[in-house]
C-alpha cells in the first residue's frame, strides 16, 4: 500500500479526523488505496503526525489525537493546526466510535433500530442542525430544557453523496463487503470480528451493570433486557447505517438516565460522542460514529474495533462517490464584501496589525476598536488586516460596514444580505438589520468578520433609531457568534471604549523609516526628494502622518516640485489659513497641543486645484455637501467635455481627497455600471469648513439641493436602484439650516418621503410629508393642487401606520377639496377616491368602501379607458373588498378579468400581474377550489423567483 508519491501540504483536500488512537487510526489507515511521504511542515508550529494517501482519487490526511489525549479540546488543537498547514482542505470527515442511543419506543423493524456495531452519520433529515451540544443549554422554569449550541452542517458535496449513498443501499448496489474485506485483509483482522448477537445486550435503563467493567454482563440480569425484534443472520452480516442527529459533548456517558435524557435534551438523538465540537471549532465536518456501546454502566471495550472498522469502511463507501475534481474546485472562500481596494502602499503597523489578527483568529465574538486622528490610517489598517485575513482564512466570510450614518448603515446590511441571499431581504418592508442579525449570530453560518468603519459619531450607533419609535439601536444589530469579529475604526478614545471597553488599539503617527518607505513608494521620481536630511526635515513637517504625506506626495509628484520647494509654500503659507483649518481637528483630550498638520496639507493642496482644475474644485465642494460616502459619480455634473469630467475626477484622486469604491452588485447580482467615489472624513469636514469661512457654503449647499432637484426621481418600484443610491445624500442636504426655506428643499423632501414610503419606513415618511403639507400651505393655499397631492401623500402614509381614523379624515378632506378644485374626473381626484376607499377597507367598513370603489372604477373606464394600469388597480382594489364580505362569486369573477387585462397590458411577468395571480388564488381558496389555487399560487411562486430571485 505504501507509494513513493510525495505531494505537498496544498495538495490535500480531504482531512479524516479520527481522534482515538488505539481504536480508530489503525482502519483508517486501512481504507487507504495507497500511502505518501508524509510532506515537510512547520513542527515547531504544527506537533501533530499526519498519515496521507489517497481514497478512490482523492487526496486525503489522516489524523488522530496523541494517545489517551481524546475530547473536544485535544480535538480542536488537533485541527486548528491542522487546517493551517493543509490550507486546501475542503472536505472533513470525523470518523470513529460513539454511543448509540435508542429510541424510546422500538421499532417493528429491526433495522431501524440502533445496535451495536451500526453506523450514525449526523445528518438528521428535519432539517434541523446535524449535531448538538448536550451539556449547553438553559434550565426553563417548566422543566424543559433549551439547547443553545449547534453546529454547522457539513458541505453539501457529503450530504448530496450521502442522499445517493441511501438510494444505492436500498438497491442493493453498494460495495461495503469490499470496503469491510479491507479490514479482514489485514493482520490484525481479528480485532475486527464481529462479537456476536449474543453480546449486544440493551438493558432497561433503571437496571445498573451487576460486576466489573470485564465481566461482559455475565451477572447481568436478564429478565431486565429491553425486548427488540432481532435482526436475521444475513441483516447480522450487513453494515447497517442511520441518518440522525448527534449528541456532543466533553465527558464519557455511562448513565442510560442521563443517555435518555440527552435524547429528549437534542430532539431524538441517536448517538452521542465527545470530539465533533473541538473539530467543528476550526471547520464544519461530517460526523460518522460507530456505534460501540449504548452509553449506559453495561459499556464495555468489546465492540470498540468492529464499530470503528465499520464507521472507516462506511467513510471509504462515502467518498468513492464524491467525484475527486469536484472537491478540488469547490471554492474555499467564503463571501467577501469590502468595497474599497486593498492599500497598494501599505507599511508598517506590524505590531498593531498583529494585534488585529490575534482578535479576528480568537473566538467568542471579541470586539475591538482603533482609534487616532483623522488620516492616521484607521481605516488602511482595518483594510490590510481584512485582505490579510482574506488570504490566511479564507473560510472567513469578510463584511464592511461604515457607520458615517444610519442609512449607510443599513444599506451596507442590504448589500450584505442580498450577498448571502438571505430569504426576503428584497421586501420593502423587510426588516434588514434584523435579518442579517440573525444570519451571522447563527453559529452554523461559520466564521466572520465585520468591520464598521468611521464610527465617529455616537449618536449613529448609540441613539434610537428614526423608524419605529422604539429604544432600538444599530448597535443592538450588530450579531453574536462564538466563531466572529467585531473590528471599530473611530476618531476618538471615548468612542472606542463605548464602542469595545477596554480592546482597542490607538494609531499614533508612523516611525520615520515606514513613513520614508511610503514618502519614496508614492514619489518614484527620486530626484525630487533630494537628500536624507530634506525626507527627515519633510516628514517632521507632517509629523509622520500616513493622510498627510499621501497628499503632499501627490502634490509634490502632480507639480514635479522638490520637496524644499513644497516646503517653502508649506512655512510661507498664511497664518489665517492654518487657524482658519486647526480649529475642527484638535482632540485636546488626546493630543497634547500637537499641530493639526493635515488641514494645512490639505489648504495648500486645494488652492492648487483651485487655481489648476476650477471643475475638480467644484466636485470637492458638491461632494462636500452630502454624506461623503458612495457618492454616485451622476451626482456630479458633467463637464464641459467627458475628458474634462475623467481629469477633474483624476485630479481629486490623485491628491487622495477621493477613493474610487470597487464596483458593488446590484439586487439582480450583476455588477453595477454605475461609479461611486469616498471622500475622506477628514478633507470632507476641512471642505465644509473653508465653504463656510469664505462665505460660500450656503451656495454650495443650494447648488447641492438643486442637483437633487434635477436627478432624483419619484420614489417608485421601478427606478429603486437609482433613488436608493441618492437617497441618504437627499437627506443629508434637506437637513441644512441654511436652505431650509428654499422651494427646491421641499420639492426634494417631497420625493424623500415617497422613497421613504417605498422602503416601509413610514414615520420618516410622514415627517417629510407632513414638512412639505406645511410649507404648501403656507405659501400656495389650501386649495392649490401642490397642497391637495401633499394631503393625499400624507394621508396614504397616516394609514399605512394604522392611524386609519385620522388617513380617513384627511383622505376625506382632501377628495371633497379636489373634487371643488379639479372636478370629480381629475385622476388626483380619481386616486383621492381610492385612497379613502382603501382606508374605509382597512377599518371594516366594507360596504362603503365597497360602493366608492365602484363609483371610483366606473370613473376610471369613463376617464383613461378599462385597460390602463390605474383602472386594473381599481379594479383589483373592489375585488378585494368584495371578497372581504364573503362575495367570493363576483370577487373571483373580477380578480380573473383583472388578471387577463393585466398581462395583456403590462406582461405576464409584472409585479402588478403576479400580485393579481396571488389575489385570484386566494379567493380560489377561500371558495375550496384548493386545486385550482395551489396550481395557480405554484405558477405566480416559478414567475416571482425568476422575476425578483
Known sequence: MASSKQLTCADYHVAWICPVADIEFLPARLMLDDEHPTPPYDTHYDENTYTCGTIN????????????????????????????????????????????????????????????????????????????????????????????????????????????????????????????????????????????????????????????????????????????????????????????????????????????????????????????????????????????????????????????????????????????????????????????????????????????????????????AEYGLGGCGKTALALEAAYQTRELEPERAIFWVPAVSQESFEQAYREIGRLLRIPGIADAKADVKQLVKARLSDEGFGQWLVVVDNADDDSVLFDPLQEGGGTDRLIDYLPRSRKGSIVFTTRTRKAAVRLAGGKHIQLNELEEVEARTMLEQHVPNKDLLEDGEVVHEFLELLTYLPLAIVQAAAFVVGNNTRLSEYMDVYTGSERDATDLLRRDFEDQGRYRQIQNPVAITWYISFRKIQEQDTLAAEYLSLMACTTGEAVPASLLWPGSTKLATTEALGTLSAYAFIAERQQQQSSTGA??????????????????????????????????????????????????????????????????????????????????????????????????????????????????????MSMSNLAQVLSHQGKYAEGEAMNRETLALQEKVVGTEHPDTLTSMNNLAQALSKQGKYAEAEAMHRETLALKEKVVGKEHPSTLMSMSNLAHVLSRQGKYTEAEAMHRETLALSEKVVGKEHPDTLTSMNNLALVLSNQGKYAEAEAMHQEELALQEKVVG
Not at 708 to 717: M, R, Y
Not at 724 to 729: E, F, G, Q, V, W
Not at 741 to 767: D, K, S, W
Request: neutral net charge.
Open 57 to 368: 482519487g482523492h487526496a486525503v490526511v489522516v489524523a488522530t489525537c496523541p494517545p489517551g489525549e481524546t475530547g473536544n479540546v485535544n480535538a480542536g488543537r488537533l485541527t486548528g493546526s491542522m487546517f493551517k498547514t493543509f490550507p486546501n482542505i475542503r472536505m472533513a470527515v470525523l470518523v470513529g466510535i460513539g454511543g448509540g442511543i435508542p429510541s424510546l419506543e422500538a421499532s417493528e423493524d429491526a433495522l431501524e433500530n440502533v445496535h451495536l456495531g451500526d453506523v450514525v452519520v449526523g445528518w438528521p433529515g428535519d432539517g434541523k442542525p446535524a449535531c448538538v451540544y448536550h451539556d449547553r443549554g438553559r434550565s426553563k422554569g417548566d422543566g424543559q430544557f433549551e439547547m443553545v449550541g449547534t453546529m454547522g452542517n457539513p458541505d453539501w458535496r457529503l450530504t448530496n453523496a450521502l442522499g445517493v449513498l441511501v438510494v444505492d443501499d436500498e438497491l442493493g448496489q453498494t460495495t461495503f463487503a469490499d470496503q469491510l474485506a479491507r479490514l479482514q485483509r489485514s493482520k490484525a483482522k481479528k480485532k475486527f470480528a464481529r462479537p456476536g448477537l449474543e453480546h449486544d445486550k440493551l438493558f432497561k435503563a433503571a437496571y445498573r451493570h451487576a460486576g466489573d467493567y470485564r465481566s461482559k454482563c455475565t451477572t447481568c440480569d436478564p429478565s431486565e433486557l429491553v425486548q427488540r425484534p432481532q435482526r436475521s443472520e444475513e441483516e447480522q452480516q450487513t453494515l447497517v447505517f442511520h441518518r440522525g442527529r448527534i449528541a456532543t459533548g466533553n465527558a464519557v456517558i455511562q448513565d442510560a438516565k442521563l443517555r435518555d435524557e440527552i435524547r429528549t435534551r437534542c430532539d431524538g438523538a441517536l448517538c452521542v460522542e465527545m470530539e465533533a465540537a473541538g473539530v467543528d471549532a476550526n471547520r464544519r465536518c461530517l460526523v460518522i460514529r460507530g456505534i460501540s456501546d449504548y452509553a449506559d454502566s453495561h459499556k464495555s471495550d468489546m465492540w470498540r474495533s468492529y464499530a470503528a472498522g465499520n464507521a472507516a469502511a462506511f467513510t471509504r463507501e462515502l467518498l468513492c462517490r464524491v467525484q475527486p475534481g469536484t472537491v478540488k474546485e469547490m471554492e474555499g472562500k467564503a463571501p467577501f464584501l469590502v468595497p474599497l481596494a486593498r492599500p497598494p502602499s501599505f507599511v508598517g503597523r506590524e505590531t498593531q496589525l498583529a494585534q488585529l489578527s490575534a482578535h479576528i483568529s480568537a473566538e467568542g465574538c471579541g470586539r475591538l
Open 671 to 788: 455588477l453595477r455600471q454605475e461609479r461611486a467615489f469616498d471622500m475622506h472624513r477628514l478633507v470632507r469636514l476641512a471642505t465644509r469648513n473653508w465653504l463656510q469661512e469664505n462665505g460660500q457654503w450656503q451656495e454650495w449647499a443650494g447648488k447641492a439641493l438643486a442637483r437633487l432637484v434635477e436627478i432624483v426621481p419619484f420614489g417608485d418600484h421601478e427606478t429603486r436602484e437609482i433613488w436608493t443610491a441618492y437617497l441618504p445624500h437627499a437627506m443629508q442636504v434637506v437637513d441644512v439650516p441654511e436652505v431650509s426655506e428654499a422651494e427646491e428643499r421641499f420639492t426634494l423632501l417631497g420625493r424623500v418621503g415617497h422613497c421613504e414610503q417605498t422602503l416601509g419606513r413610514y414615520r420618516a415618511a410622514e415627517q417629510a410629508h407632513g414638512q412639505v403639507l406645511g410649507r404648501r400651505e403656507k405659501v400656495l393655499g389650501k386649495e392649490h393642487p401642490s397642497t391637495l
